[in-house]
């Protein structure tokens, strides 16, 4: 298994970012996917998920309305598009399958 992320960088606050998760070694289209992200000195947070049998997607309060999740089967890629990005966003962003984790790609909200 292996998940590999990307995209993450420096933006300003009210900016956007995708970042994408290029996922390998299991079956990627009956599969959930999520989004963890640890802040500098804090725990994990969970931000997103893909429910994959019902199709939908969940989101913790702090994102919901600015980030969305979302998938493309063929390329065994989820993505996380980030609106109106905020300074308290600041975070390493994982992507996580059934206690798999990729290497976190940084994303840095600040002016």
């Known amino acids: 298994v292996q998940l590999v992320e990307s995209g993450g960088g420096l933006v300003q606050p009210g900016g956007s970012l995708r970042l994408s998760c290029a996922a390998s070694?299991?079956?990627?289209?009956?599969?959930?996917m999520s989004w963890v992200r640890q802040a500098p000195g804090k725990g994990l947070e969970w931000v997103s998920s893909f429910v994959s049998g019902i199709s939908s997607t969940y989101y913790a309060e702090s994102v919901k309305g600015r980030f969305t999740i979302s998938r493309d089967t063929a390329k065994k890629t989820v993505y996380l598009q980030m609106n109106s990005l905020k300074p308290e966003d600041t975070a390493v962003y994982y992507c996580?399958?059934?206690?798999?984790w990729g290497q976190g790609t940084q994303v840095t909200v600040s002016s």
């Open positions: 070694g299991f079956t990627f289209s009956s599969s959930d």
């Open positions: 996580y399958w059934n206690a798999y």
